[in-house]
């Protein structure tokens, strides 16, 4: 039965994978085949992920091992409470996203529903990988298939926001390269358990190449997750792309986040010897930059979607200082913060597609949204605009405001009260501000020109799909206990990180006879 | 003038060049120095095998050793992971000039921006 377990472990990297061929194949027979067998795929995603975080609860790390090579030589992947809990979230994200898009924006151009998959592929894997160059392919799958998510439905501005996207990226893998170069120059293996044993190992002369190493690591990690003064592409990437790929996008910063705590735990962690801590001073001012300046870029956004894309940023500051406490409460809070937030933003991207309009993608005629659609809609975008923005800013009772006043607890339990009480409070006040601001000139200012366009009528399943996120929210909120036990749990597992090592070294009885750790 | 001295002349030229001229502002140079920065990068990590001489990557009855395949196989991975993203950005600036008549890297270029955005979208 363990057996069987640990096989299933490879499902959620497995399915997107077969499923992302067979759409490429099919789609000559048209779309509605493609969004048949997407939607299959993706529930069976969902349902992969729910029995793998059931059966991650126990607390066990399990190993899969790929083409059965032995541990240090092959790669593996590994599912500890951490990687069950991204999957999860990603499975729910993905599956509402799907919904968001089918009908209206996966008919925008080609090929959507297979580069959907293909996302859902490098993100899955990315999660589960404990192998650090094979962190860096499926970093590389989710990005070519980000690329082509980024970019679908064409325009002139999408275009070259696409450009500068794909430009920056290639320059984090090449740092990326460079790091993993490094890092396998000094300790000789790329497999992450093993990098642990060997980074204690460490000989004193090696010592400040495998912490340059270490340090580029971090910037790679730095340029996905958003941090301060790697941010820039975001804004513009998030702000021009089609609302489905923006909300699936919300997921992608923390695929940055997870690889910092996974890797600067794990490898870099408190045991690792001369190495412990080496990206821990960097954490903590560069995360209270990102909120600083994310939040003014609320304030100065002109465009809903932009002021959505610096409110992500915002919360990947917050979420950065949560990770740069480095404690099991921080690192709990950050978990609890991460989900919330990754429902949050793709509710706030989803909305602020249906509020512009841009279903069509024409440009519209009309100065203000207000005579665009209907009454009742428009007081339904007003609604879930004002629960999305609450929970953005971290005001009660939505799980956004649990989430802060984890960190804030955080903040003071481990004694950087000082720093942490005044960003998070000081930029929440400013947040209000600008969401309230928008709400107002979105939803309350008079329209001063009459429609000259006919629109299409709001599709129901975007607003369903919001809804959702909204309602996951709230269950986050009432069911805040349990999940934060687990987030404990999950903390807890990650500052321990013998188990992780062990895990991995005795997933095949003779390859602990081979390698001595 | 050793090989390493060399070699590592080589990897920091190719890496200053790219880096040089992802920072120009137009399409072109910039996939130009992102070509550069994937030249100074694959010989990096095949340097970071160490150097063996004569020695086969394979297994083979008459080696008397051998040199370490692993960054090999990482330098095969990394330009065929380049080469796909070099093929995508060449034909997305193309694509690019060809819908906007510029190749400036830059957003935001003037009026026909902030036109749009009147026209299009609520200012907050």
Same mark, same amino acid.
């Given at each position: 039965?363990?057996?069987?377990?640990?096989?299933?472990?490879?499902?959620?990297?497995?399915?997107?994978?077969?499923?992302?061929?067979?759409?490429?194949?099919?789609?000559?027979?048209?779309?509605?085949?493609?969004?048949?067998?997407?939607?299959?795929?993706?529930?069976?995603?969902?349902?992969?992920?729910?029995?793998?975080?059931?059966?991650?609860?126990?607390?066990?790390?399990?190993?899969?091992?790929?083409?059965?090579?032995?541990?240090?030589?092959?790669?593996?992947?590994?599912?500890?409470?951490?990687?069950?809990?991204?999957?999860?979230?990603?499975?729910?994200?993905?599956?509402?996203?799907?919904?968001?898009?089918?009908?209206?924006?996966?008919?925008?151009?080609?090929?959507?529903?297979?580069?959907?998959?293909?996302?859902?592929?490098?993100?899955?894997?990315?999660?589960?990988?404990?192998?650090?160059?094979?962190?860096?392919?499926?970093?590389?799958?989710?990005?070519?298939?980000?690329?082509?998510?980024?970019?679908?439905? *064409?325009?002139?501005?999408?275009?070259?926001?696409?450009?500068?996207?794909?430009?920056?990226?290639?320059?984090?893998?090449?740092?990326?390269?460079?790091?993993?170069?490094?890092?396998?120059?000094?300790?000789?293996?790329?497999?992450?358990?093993?990098?642990?044993?060997?980074?204690?190992?460490?000989?004193? *002369?090696?010592?400040?190449?495998?912490?340059?190493?270490?340090?580029?690591?971090?910037?790679?990690?730095?340029?996905?997750?958003?941090?301060?003064?790697?941010?820039?592409?975001?804004?513009?990437?998030?702000?021009?792309?089609?609302?489905?790929?923006?909300?699936?996008?919300?997921?992608?910063?923390?695929?940055?986040?997870?690889?910092?705590?996974?890797?600067?735990?794990?490898?870099?962690?408190?045991?690792? *010897?001369?190495?412990?801590?080496?990206?821990?001073?960097?954490? %903590?001012?560069?995360?209270?930059?990102?909120?600083?300046?994310?939040?003014?870029?609320?304030?100065?956004?002109?465009?809903?979607?932009d002021l959505v894309a610096y409110s992500v940023v915002a919360s990947m500051g917050t979420l950065l200082i949560?990770?740069?406490?480095?404690?099991?409460?921080?690192?709990?809070?950050?978990?609890?913060?991460?989900?919330?937030?990754?429902?949050?933003?793709?509710?706030?991207?989803?909305?602020?597609?249906?509020?512009?309009?841009?279903?069509?993608?024409?440009?519209?005629?009309?100065?203000?949204?207000?005579?665009?659609?209907?009454?009742?809609?428009?007081?339904?975008?007003?609604?879930?605009?004002?629960?999305?923005?609450?929970?953005?800013?971290?005001?009660?009772?939505?799980?956004?405001?649990?989430?802060?006043?984890?960190?804030?607890?955080?903040?003071?339990a481990g004694g950087q009260i000082g720093i942490v009480w005044p960003a998070v409070l000081i930029t929440s006040?400013?947040?209000?501000?600008?969401?309230?601001?928008?709400?107002?000139?979105?939803?309350?200012?008079?329209?001063?020109?009459?429609?000259?366009?006919?629109?299409?009528?709001?599709?129901?399943?975007?607003?369903?799909?919001?809804?959702? %996120?909204?309602?996951?929210?709230?269950?986050?909120?009432?069911?805040?206990?349990?999940?934060?036990?687990?987030?404990?749990?999950?903390?807890?597992?990650?500052?321990?990180?013998?188990?992780?090592?062990?895990?991995?070294?005795?997933?095949?009885?003779?390859?602990?006879? %081979?390698?001595?750790? | 003038?050793?090989?390493?001295?060399?070699?590592?002349?080589?990897?920091?030229a190719m890496a200053a060049v790219g880096i040089y001229l992802i920072l120009l502002r137009r399409t072109f140079?910039?996939?130009?120095?992102?070509?550069?920065?994937?030249?100074?990068?694959?010989?990096?990590?095949?340097?970071?095998?160490?150097?063996?001489?004569?020695?086969?990557?394979?297994?083979?009855?008459?080696?008397?050793?051998?040199?370490?395949?692993?960054?090999?196989?990482?330098?095969?991975?990394?330009?065929?992971?380049?080469?796909?993203?070099?093929?995508?950005?060449?034909?997305?600036?193309?694509?690019?000039?060809?819908?906007?008549?510029?190749?400036?890297?830059?957003?935001?270029?003037?009026?026909?921006?902030?036109?749009?955005?009147?026209?299009?979208?609520?200012?907050?």
């Open positions: 039965m363990s057996a069987a377990m640990n096989q299933s472990m490879v499902l959620p990297v497995a399915i997107p994978a077969m499923t992302a061929a067979i759409l490429v194949l099919v789609s000559r027979y048209g779309l509605g085949i493609q969004r048949l067998v997407s939607v299959v795929a993706t529930a069976s995603q969902l349902l992969a992920a729910i029995w793998l975080y059931s059966i991650a609860s126990d607390g066990e790390t399990r190993v899969y091992l790929l083409g059965y090579w032995p541990p240090p030589f092959g790669i593996v992947l590994v599912l500890d409470r951490l990687a069950a809990t991204m999957l999860l979230l990603t499975g729910v994200l993905a599956s509402c996203v799907l919904g968001s898009a089918l009908g209206t924006w996966d008919q925008r151009g080609r090929h959507f529903h297979a580069l959907f998959q293909f996302q859902l592929l490098g993100i899955n894997g990315a999660f589960l990988t404990g192998d650090i160059f094979n962190l860096f392919v499926f970093f590389e799958v989710l990005l070519i298939a980000s690329y082509g998510l980024m970019l679908h439905g *064409g325009g002139p501005r999408r275009l070259k926001a696409g450009f500068q996207y794909v430009a920056i990226n290639l320059v984090g893998s090449t740092v990326f390269l460079f790091a993993v170069g490094t890092i396998y120059a000094v300790t000789g293996t790329l497999n992450m358990a093993d990098l642990a044993v060997k980074v204690r190992q460490v000989a004193a *002369g090696n010592e400040a190449l495998l912490a340059a190493g270490a340090l580029m690591l971090l910037t790679v990690f730095a340029i996905k997750s958003a941090m301060v003064p790697l941010h820039w592409w975001l804004p513009p990437t998030y702000g021009s792309t089609s609302p489905p790929a923006a909300a699936l996008f919300a997921i992608m910063t923390k695929v940055g986040a997870y690889s910092i705590i996974r890797v600067y735990t794990l490898i870099f962690g408190a045991e690792a *010897g001369p190495m412990a801590g080496v990206a821990l001073p960097w954490i %903590m001012p560069v995360a209270v930059l990102t909120l600083v300046l994310g939040t003014f870029g609320v304030l100065a956004s002109r465009r809903l979607a949560a990770i740069g406490l480095n404690s099991a409460g921080g690192l709990a809070a950050a978990l609890y913060y991460a989900v919330q937030s990754t429902f949050t933003s793709a509710g706030l991207f989803l909305l602020a597609g249906l509020i512009v309009g841009r279903e069509d993608d024409r440009p519209a005629v009309v100065e203000t949204p207000a005579e665009a659609q209907s009454t009742g809609i428009m007081m339904a975008l007003a609604a879930l605009f004002f629960l999305l923005a609450i929970a953005m800013v971290g005001m009660p009772p939505l799980a956004g405001f649990i989430g802060k006043l984890l960190i804030l607890d955080a903040g003071r006040l400013l947040l209000i501000l600008g969401f309230a601001r928008a709400g107002i000139r979105i939803f309350w200012v008079a329209p001063e020109r009459v429609l000259d366009d006919a629109r299409p009528t709001t599709r129901i399943l975007p607003i369903a799909a919001i809804v959702a %996120m909204i309602a996951a929210m709230a269950a986050l909120t009432v069911f805040a206990r349990p999940v934060m036990s687990d987030m404990t749990s999950a903390a807890q597992q990650l500052l321990a990180p013998q188990g992780y090592i062990d895990a991995v070294f005795n997933s095949m009885p003779r390859a602990a006879a %081979m390698v001595t750790p | 003038m050793s090989m390493e001295f060399l070699l590592a002349t080589a990897i920091g140079p910039v996939v130009i120095g992102l070509s550069f920065l994937s030249y100074a990068v694959n010989v990096f990590l095949f340097a970071m095998g160490r150097l063996a001489i004569d020695l086969p990557p394979i297994v083979s009855k008459t080696a008397a050793g051998y040199t370490d395949p692993l960054p090999q196989a990482l330098v095969l991975t990394a330009i065929v992971i380049t080469f796909g993203m070099t093929a995508l950005i060449v034909v997305l600036s193309l694509r690019s000039f060809l819908e906007t008549g510029s190749d400036d890297v830059t957003l935001n270029t003037g009026s026909e921006d902030v036109a749009s955005a009147r026209r299009e979208e609520p200012r907050l």
